[in-house]
């Protein structure tokens, strides 16, 4: 090949294979260029339909504002396939930027900074949005720290953007600082394998005393320990947290297999939904079962948290063998939830993945328009999603048990199926219930 590029026969030519490879760059950086201005574009279109929204809302309360977001929200993640909470918050974050942040977009679109760019002086630049910044004060900021985007990495951009933006702020540091630890939290984020991410948003010295108690922790580790440095800090976290201890270990079984948490997993109480083949729950096979219908939990983790279990109950895919399928009355059955929960999995909503131990009953034919509280007539959703179908043009039918057919606003028709479920299972379920009430608003994550 680099006889070809020579011509000469006598090994690569330099000035033709850097003419090539320059040739090379220029497309990356041509294509590069248009994504971006692309990604702009998009951004304003998603910013058009949020002021699109609001417009129709007309200034009117709050509620109606937020429904209309919704409703074009839901259009939007039923033809995309994604979930339409990720939508809305693209919209919000589009309207953000074009309505407060235009020199940062235009520079974005034109290829002079990246993505990377964008997020670290909008990230910083966030509390110039939301005090008593004057917009004169923001439009500088902005102008600076593009000007210094267009000459260094997202990292150092970071740094001085965070540091510039606090000079304009006239709020003290402590006051601030005050109000950001009401928004502490901590999150789980399911992801393959059977493992997810579990992170927490709390105060900074707080964060780096933790990892500075791990890292500690894990250098003084015995030199016969198997484990690496990170996989100790894990082990640390994961037993601060469930046992006290921060000495973690590893258990061997009777049969001498190394079971890593085996001892943490038994100080799990078992409050939400675990499926398995009941091959898998009498140790004739390694079938894997599934948390909330949605993430894979391995067999030997699953027989462990199935052994911790109070109770647990032998269910049969087919609703109709020995099960209560209708009732009188406007609540379900604690059975027919069980049915419901290991059907629906999730918010049946299309795209919506919020578990169904959380999400409310639905009837389809609303209960005051003669609908039945029968499977057939029931199905799981989100406070969002139920709020959707009850105060906007969003509409639904279940013509077949478990199979709901979505129409939008614009008439568009999306249809949501079960997700399918194994033939026979182990449910490991929450604490019952009143059987006669749904959960109080203040326990609903929406």
Same mark, same amino acid.
């Given at each position: 090949?680099?006889?070809?590029?020579?011509?000469?026969?006598?090994?690569?030519?330099?000035?033709?294979?850097?003419?090539?490879?320059?040739?090379?760059?220029? #497309?990356?950086?041509?294509? $590069?260029?248009?994504?971006?201005?692309?990604?702009?574009?998009?951004?304003?279109?998603l910013?058009?339909?949020?002021?699109?929204?609001?417009?129709?809302?007309?200034?009117?309360?709050?509620?109606?504002? !937020?429904?209309?977001?919704?409703?074009?929200?839901?259009?939007?993640?039923?033809?995309?396939?994604?979930s339409?909470?990720?939508?809305?918050?693209?919209?919000?974050?589009?309207?953000?930027?074009?309505?407060?942040?235009?020199?940062?977009?235009?520079?974005?679109?034109?290829?002079r900074?990246?993505?990377?760019?964008?997020?670290?002086?909008?990230?910083? &630049?966030?509390?110039?949005?939301?005090?008593?910044?004057?917009p004169? %004060?923001?439009?500088?900021?902005? #102008?600076?720290?593009?000007?210094?985007?267009?000459?260094? !990495?997202?990292?150092?951009?970071?740094?001085?953007?965070?540091?510039?933006?606090?000079?304009?702020?006239?709020?003290?540091?402590?006051?601030?600082?005050?109000?950001?630890?009401?928004?502490?939290?901590?999150?789980?984020?399911?992801?393959?394998?059977?493992?997810?991410?579990?992170?927490?948003?709390?105060?900074?010295?707080?964060?780096?005393?933790?990892?500075h108690?791990?890292?500690?922790?894990?250098?003084?580790?015995?030199?016969?320990?198997?484990?690496?440095?990170?996989?100790?800090?894990?082990?640390a976290?994961?037993?601060l947290?469930?046992?006290?201890?921060?000495t973690?270990?590893?258990?061997?079984?009777?049969?001498?297999?190394?079971?890593?948490?085996? &001892?943490? +997993?038994?100080?799990?109480?078992?409050i939400?939904?675990?499926?398995m *083949?009941?091959?898998?729950?009498?140790?004739?096979?390694?079938?894997?079962?599934?948390?909330?219908?949605? %993430?894979?939990? =391995?067999?030997?983790t699953?027989?462990?948290?199935?052994?911790?279990?109070?109770?647990?109950?032998?269910?049969?895919?087919?609703?109709? $063998?020995? !099960?209560?399928?209708?009732?009188?009355?406007?609540? *379900? !059955?604690?059975?027919?939830?069980?049915? +419901?929960?290991?059907?629906?999995?999730?918010?049946?909503?299309? &795209?919506?993945?919020?578990?169904?131990?959380?999400? =409310?009953?639905?009837?389809?034919?609303?209960?005051? =328009?003669?609908?039945?509280?029968?499977? &057939?007539?029931?199905a799981?959703?989100?406070?969002?999603?139920?709020?959707?179908?009850?105060?906007?043009?969003?509409?639904?039918?279940?013509?077949?048990?478990?199979?709901?057919?979505?129409?939008s *606003? +614009?008439?568009?028709?999306?249809?949501?199926?079960? *997700?399918?479920?194994?033939?026979?299972?182990?449910?490991?379920?929450?604490?019952?219930?009143?059987?006669?009430?749904?959960?109080?608003?203040?326990?609903?994550?929406?």
């Open positions: 090949m680099a006889q070809e590029i020579a011509g000469t026969g006598q090994g690569p030519d330099a000035a033709a294979l850097d003419a090539v490879q320059a040739n090379a760059l220029s #497309q990356l950086a041509a294509i $590069r260029t248009g994504r971006q201005a692309l990604e702009a574009h998009e951004t304003r279109v910013a058009a339909l949020g002021h699109l929204a609001l417009h129709r809302a007309g200034g009117s309360s709050s509620e109606r504002s !937020t429904m209309e977001m919704r409703t074009v929200a839901a259009e939007i993640g039923a033809q995309a396939q994604v339409d909470r990720s939508v809305e918050r693209q919209i919000g974050d589009a309207m953000m930027l074009v309505d407060t942040w235009p020199v940062l977009l235009d520079a974005f679109a034109e290829g900074i990246g993505r990377g760019h964008v997020r670290a002086i909008t990230e910083a &630049g966030g509390v110039l949005a939301s005090t008593d910044v004057t004169e %004060q923001r439009a500088a900021f902005e #102008q600076q720290m593009v000007a210094l985007a267009e000459t260094t !990495t997202p990292a150092r951009v970071s740094k001085v953007a965070r540091r510039e933006a606090d000079t304009h702020l006239a709020e003290p540091l402590v006051v601030r600082h005050r109000a950001a630890r009401e928004q502490r939290r901590v999150t789980v984020e399911d992801v393959d394998d059977g493992m997810s991410w579990f992170g927490a948003l709390v105060p900074s010295v707080l964060a780096h005393g933790i990892d108690r791990l890292r500690a922790g894990a250098r003084g580790k015995s030199k016969d320990d198997p484990r690496s440095i990170q996989q100790w800090r894990a082990d976290f994961c037993e947290l469930l046992a006290g201890t921060g973690p270990t590893i258990e061997r079984t009777p049969g001498g297999a190394e079971i890593e948490h085996a &001892g943490l +997993l038994s100080t799990i109480t078992p939400v939904q675990v499926t *083949p009941v091959t898998t729950m009498t140790g004739t096979s390694d079938a894997p079962g599934s948390l909330d219908g949605a %993430q894979p939990v =391995d067999a030997e699953a027989r462990i948290l199935a052994g911790a279990a109070a109770t647990w109950q032998r269910l049969l895919t087919d609703p109709v $063998r020995g !099960t209560v399928v209708e009732v009188d009355t406007y609540c *379900p !059955t604690e059975a027919q939830r069980r049915l +419901l929960r290991a059907r629906d999995q999730h918010c049946r909503f299309p &795209g919506c993945g919020a578990k169904a131990r959380d999400d =409310d009953a639905d009837h389809t034919i609303a209960w005051e =328009d003669g609908g039945t509280t029968s499977l &057939g007539n029931l799981h959703l989100c406070r969002r999603h139920h709020t959707l179908k009850h105060a906007t043009a969003w509409s639904v039918t279940q013509p077949t048990p478990g199979v709901l057919h979505w129409r *606003p +614009l008439g568009e028709a999306y249809l949501d199926r079960p *997700p399918p479920v194994g033939p026979r299972f182990i449910e490991v379920h929450e604490p019952r219930l009143d059987s006669a009430a749904d959960p109080p608003d203040s326990e609903l994550p929406f």
